[in-house]
């Protein structure tokens, strides 16, 4: 929306003011108490009483004439009239030159759309009108905040809740989460109190992951494993990437984009996964360096999410680390943007998905997460790659809890054959699901991998697509063709083979 306020700024008309209907700024002008009325049409406009006495001085003649002689004007400027009167007053009618030139015109005026013209366009007339300038670049208009009737929230109606009440119940970072998560740019929010408990939650994940982390303990002398050094990669490559579009959603004015995002990438990448990819076995303890750009990393993300979670981050941040006198995460620079490796995110997403396949066949099959297991894949590019990577092989046999990971060109007898992505991948466990009930899995899964390539072929058989869609998206399509169709023959062979 920038810049673009230019169409509701044409056909403005002025309003009355109606006596006493808002409180605002009271009029500064002041009248003489003269019985004899012979200075009855006099008004004194001046900044304070004092200096109105010193005017009505010197226009009446009377010496001693005093502050008890004058009575102010009792009306006062509306709240909506007040608001031209911004940033004029705060300059002291711009007389404080310096501080004009610094701040004056500002970045972005956030505020809702229902003052458009009774707040917002007055402030840009009096720019115009003083400055001969705009007084902002920008207009953030937020959304309005409704009950569940959808109507708007306000003092008359008596439905707003008790904020002070909310942050008791949920903290003030929860009430802070709540609100913005569920209130997209421009978008109306439906407030409930769920809202608030999903941030609350989320702080208490925060905090479990700290409290984690800094229980572990740490060794000197070992060297960070192969897995460790790829998780970490992965988790800098991941972060950098991330933080290139919170910079985009930045740009735009998404904050409630980016709030979900960090959601996301805490939740789910930084605590579900990568701190289980470093996490050491019971009793045991973590290399040194490993433990170090843990700690980095979870800085840089309390870095990210301070502007959303203020006080929760704040207070991890002098957790993590011994901090001296002026070391607070609120004076820390945002992570700036950094150029990032998508193989090395791609290779180990991957990984995660072939650990979250491995863990489903466990719950199909009965086998319990402590219970090692051996795991054979059929050789082809992707999972030759797989079994030479060290890093990633790592990965998967702690994720995965794997006693042996092998690359075979048939499945062993007696093994369950499952796909993760397009390649075929099977288990030998003891015991397996009966016959129909594997044919009726894998049946199920065949028919999900039809309708894709269905799907898929009929948005490249769309000529208007494949001509004016850029090269790389009908490209990406096309290799999820190529990928769909060998899961279906995967699919087809293992159904086969029973």
């Known amino acids: 929306m920038k810049n673009t306020y230019s169409h509701w700024m044409e056909n403005i008309r002025d309003w009355c003011i109606s006596r006493q209907l808002w409180w605002g700024q009271r009029v500064p002008a002041y009248y003489l108490i003269d019985p004899a009325e012979e200075h009855k049409d006099?008004?004194?406009?001046?900044?304070?009483?004092?200096?109105?006495v010193i005017?009505?001085?010197?226009?009446?003649?009377?010496?001693?004439?005093?502050?008890?002689?004058?009575?102010?004007?009792?009306?006062v400027l509306d709240t909506w009239f007040s608001s031209w009167l911004w940033p004029i007053t705060v300059f002291d009618g711009f007389e404080k030159q310096k501080d004009v030139d610094y701040y004056y015109p500002t970045n972005v005026l956030v505020t809702g759309w229902d003052i458009i013209f009774l707040w917002v366009a007055r402030m840009i007339i009096a720019g115009y009108e003083y400055r001969s300038q705009r007084p902002f670049d920008t207009v953030y208009f937020t959304g309005m905040v409704r009950d569940k009737q959808r109507r708007k929230m306000s003092k008359s109606l008596g439905n707003s809740p008790d904020a002070l009440g909310l942050i008791d119940q949920f903290g003030a970072d929860g009430v802070r989460f709540g609100i913005l998560a569920s209130s997209p740019a421009g978008g109306d929010l439906l407030f409930e109190e769920k809202l608030c408990e999903q941030g609350r939650n989320f702080c208490n994940k925060i905090w479990n992951a700290c409290r984690l982390v800094k229980g572990w303990e740490t060794n000197q002398d070992l060297h960070s494993t192969e897995g460790d050094i790829t998780a970490i990669k992965w988790f800098q490559h991941k972060t950098h990437q991330t933080i290139q579009q919170l910079h985009d959603n930045?740009?735009?004015?998404?904050?409630?984009d980016n709030l979900m995002s960090l959601y996301s990438f805490t939740w789910n990448d930084f605590c579900s996964q990568y701190l289980e990819m470093?996490?050491?076995?019971?009793?045991?303890?973590i290399a040194k360096k490993t433990y170090d750009e843990t700690i980095h990393l979870f800085e840089v993300l309390m870095r990210l999410l301070h502007p959303f979670m203020p006080f929760i981050t704040e207070e991890i941040w002098s957790q993590l680390a011994k901090r001296s006198p002026g070391e607070d995460c609120i004076i820390q620079p945002y992570p700036s943007e950094t150029s990032f490796d998508q193989s090395i995110i791609d290779g180990t997403e991957y990984v995660k998905q072939l650990v979250a396949k491995v863990r489903d066949e466990r719950n199909k099959h009965g086998l319990k997460m402590k219970d090692a297991i051996e795991l054979f894949a059929q050789s082809n590019p992707k999972t030759m790659a797989l079994s030479q990577d060290e890093g990633r092989k790592s990965l998967l046999i702690k994720m995965a809890n794997l006693n042996a990971f092998s690359i075979v060109d048939d499945p062993p007898e007696s093994s369950v054959v499952f796909i993760s992505g397009a390649e075929k991948y099977c288990l030998v466990v003891e015991h397996t699901m009966s016959i129909e009930e594997q044919r009726a899995a894998i049946i199920k899964d065949l028919d999900y991998a039809k309708g894709f390539v269905i799907s898929i072929q009929k948005k490249l058989g769309n000529e208007r697509f494949v001509q004016n869609a850029p090269e790389a998206v009908v490209s990406r399509e096309r290799k999820k063709l190529e990928d769909g169709?060998?899961?279906?023959?995967?699919l087809e062979e293992a159904l086969a083979a029973l």
Do not use: H, M
């Open 42 to 52: 006099l008004v004194f406009v001046a900044s304070s009483l004092d200096a109105a």
């Open 485 to 490: 169709l060998s899961r279906v023959k995967n």
């Open 278 to 285: 470093v996490k050491p076995k019971p009793r045991q303890k």
């Open 55 to 75: 005017q009505a001085r010197e226009e009446t003649g009377i010496s001693d004439l005093a502050e008890k002689d004058l009575r102010q004007d009792d009306d």
């Open 250 to 256: 930045f740009e735009q004015y998404r904050l409630s």
